[in-house]
Structure formats: C-alpha cells, structure tokens
C-alpha cells in the first residue's frame, strides 16, 4: 500500500512538473483588426505588418512575462457592422487580452464598446476621430479602456488650418468625405477656423469611391477659395488633385493625413506634387531604431515601398507601448493593463518617438502636436515639408505636458 501511494505521489509530481511549464508557456492573444482588403487596405496592411515586426522581435527576446505573443489577426474589411462583429469573435472564442488596430474611425466607434463592456484595452494606432478616445469618458464610466498613439483630428485640423493662415491665403474651401472619419474633421476644420475668425468660402462632401471631384471643385472655385483643405483618405484625395489639375486650377491643398498613403501617390501622380498633410512619421534613417524598423520592414516584407508608413510605424510601437504595460502589470488582467498604460514607469523607444509617460487616467493620447510634422508629397515619396523639421529628424519630439 505505502508503496503503491509512493508511486502515485511521484507520478502526480511528475504530472505537475511537466504541465507547470506548459501552462507557463501559454501564448499571449493580442488582436490586431484593421482593412486588409479595400480600399483603406493600405493602411490596414501596413499596420498589420508594423505589428507583426514589433511582436516577432519581442518574441525573439524572449517574450513577454516568459511568454510568446500569439497575434489573431482579423480583417474588418473597413466596414462597421463587420468590425463589431469582429470585436466579438476576439473577445468571446480567441480569448485575446488586448487589441490594436483600428483604422478607420466608425469601425472603432462601432466595434470597441464591446472591449469596454469586457475590460480589456485597445490601442487604437491609426484612427484619429477626436471622440474615439472620449467615448468612455468618466464621469460616465469608471473607467476607460480604448487608447490612442496616432494623431487625433482636432490635432491635425489645428495645423492644417494655422498652415493656410500663416501662408496668408484667405478664402478657405474644405472638401471631406461622406464617412464618420470624414465628418468628423469637417466639423473640427470648421471649430478651430471659427474660432480663429475665418469662415470657409466653400464646403462640400463627397462619397468613398468617387473619382468626379468636378461640382465640389467648380463651387470652391466660384466662391474664391485660394486653398483647399481636404478631409479623407488616398483614393479621394488623389481624385481631387487630378480634378484641380483637369480644370487647370492651381491652388495649394493641405490634407489630413491619408494623402501619404501608397494610392495617393499612385493615383495622383504627378498631379499629387506639393500636397502636405500633418505626419507623425516620415521614413528616415537617423535614429537606430527608426534604420532597424525600415531595415527590418523591407527585408521582412520584400517590398520596394510602405504602403503607408505612418500606418506601419504607430502599428510597430503600439506593440511596444501594450508589451511595456503588460510586463508591468506582471499580468494579462485588462484592468490591472489598463493601469499600468495610465502610468508606465519607464520609456518606451518606438520609431515615431522615445514614449516617456505616454497616457494618465485623463489622457489617453500619446501623440501631441509638437510630435507631428507636415509631409509633402514629392516625385513619389513623403518628404519632409519643412526645412527645420528635416535638420532636426534626428531629435526626439517629447509629449507636451497638459497645461492646467
């Protein structure tokens, strides 16, 4: 019997030697969603690949907490009700304890009240409609689980506006998409120009997949408008430089972002020369992380371009910022996560900037404007538009502490 008893005790010691490691080893589910089909696919895909470079080299450091990071990687096809239902299948079957992504701004709105409701954090690391970070704001909800480390739009619409006023033009006419993302920035255009004591000569919309730009650029022309400022993503916003150029209209275009993406400058052409949009990124190599990203993007992915870059790049930190905050959380807890991205307590170096107390319980954007540059679109590349921000690439762009 003592015998028999001996041998039953070394085998369950056995038994739990050998799953102890096993159960160590579990992977750590991260979801990354964005459109990797379509016509935003660009930006989706750039960030999906940003993420895969940043996980694969944190895994081969060994991990996070000991384990590996395993990304369910989702395509929500840039469509709301799609990626809702995504945010569901993550959440509910891959059991995933965090999310990045989100390209498009009605996605996210439509899709990330499900990881509230569960607790769980996403970091948004391309959409940039100014509510996507407020949606959850307190004193409504306790607490807030969507972050951001792209440039929000009341951000972008401040500098697109304060470029066309400091160039001295004074008949504004804004063009912007159909899309909440669109909207959007209209309405923040339209805010911060009211405010400034500018009122746009002209403001009209047009629908994704359009490529007749002609009745919104012959009222802007009518009402005088000597620039345009233009809200939406590269297919559009290429359609509306080939419509200027149609019409022998020569007015300067200031864009938000998406004009960097690969479809700009492949529709536009040479039509698309002279844009500038607000960037968080432009490929350079003076720092050795941002060499090592872009080393490691084109031999990784065997591409001669970045569909996207700013996508790619905040797609690559955003696994640093989220890997950073788990190893401090010493858990994959949403809620202990969650605070732990509200007060990292070391830096993180990404390739958009070195992330010194990125987010607070108040703040949940890590990008301020004093991070983000104007790019110009140039003979097929994004350059930088300015001379002062070119001579300082090499200097890391700190977050602007929140004044009082």
Not at 13 to 28: E, V
Not at 80 to 99: D, H, P, R, S, Y
Not at 338 to 344: N, V, Y
Request: charged share 20%.
């Amino acid at each position: 019997m003592r015998s028999s008893l001996t041998a039953l005790a070394a085998a369950l010691a056995c038994a739990t030697a050998f799953a102890a490691p096993a159960l160590a080893a579990d992977p750590i589910k991260i979801g990354v969603t964005g459109p990797y089909t379509g016509g935003s696919s660009s930006m989706g895909v750039s960030m999906r690949d940003g993420v895969r470079l940043a996980a694969d080299e944190i895994n081969k450091s060994g991990g996070v907490l000991g384990r590996q990071i395993q990304l369910v990687e989702r395509d929500d096809e840039a469509k709301n009700e799609v990626g809702a239902q995504v945010a569901q299948e993550l959440i509910n079957k891959e059991k995933v304890v965090a999310t990045l992504g989100f390209i498009n701004t009605g996605v996210a709105l439509a899709a990330q009240r499900f990881y509230q409701e569960a607790e769980i954090p996403v970091i948004n690391n391309v959409a940039t409609g100014t509510i996507i970070t407020n949606q959850f704001n307190p004193p409504d909800y306790d607490n807030n689980y969507v972050f951001r480390n792209s440039a929000y739009d009341v951000l972008q619409a401040g500098m697109m506006a304060d470029e066309a006023i400091a160039q001295g033009f004074k008949k504004i006419a804004i063009l912007a998409d159909s899309t909440n993302y669109g909207q959007l920035g209209r309405e923040d255009l339209e805010k911060y120009l009211k405010a400034k004591g500018v009122k746009p000569v002209a403001v009209e919309k047009f629908n994704i997949k359009d490529v007749d730009m002609t009745p919104q650029l012959l009222k802007s022309q009518a009402a005088g408008a000597d620039v345009i400022l233009a809200y939406g993503i590269g297919p559009e916003l290429a359609q509306i430089a080939n419509g200027m150029a149609k019409l022998g209209w020569k007015v300067p275009m200031i864009t938000s972002w998406p004009a960097s993406m690969q479809s700009f400058i492949d529709i536009a052409g040479a039509n698309g020369n002279g844009v500038i949009m607000p960037q968080t990124f432009i490929e350079d190599k003076t720092l050795p992380k941002r060499k090592s990203f872009l080393d490691g993007y084109y031999a990784t992915f065997k591409v001669n371009k970045i569909p996207t870059p700013v996508a790619g790049a905040q797609g690559y930190d955003s696994v640093f910022l989220l890997a950073a905050a788990i190893k401090q959380a010493g858990t994959t807890e949403g809620p202990k996560v969650r605070a732990a991205l509200e007060d990292l307590n070391t830096k993180v170096e990404g390739v958009v900037t070195t992330y010194d107390k990125p987010f607070t319980a108040k703040d949940h954007n890590a990008i301020t404007r004093n991070m983000v540059v104007f790019g110009r679109v140039q003979d097929g590349k994004i350059v930088y538009a300015k001379d002062e921000d070119a001579k300082n690439a090499g200097v890391v762009r700190v977050k602007e502490k929140a004044s009082n």
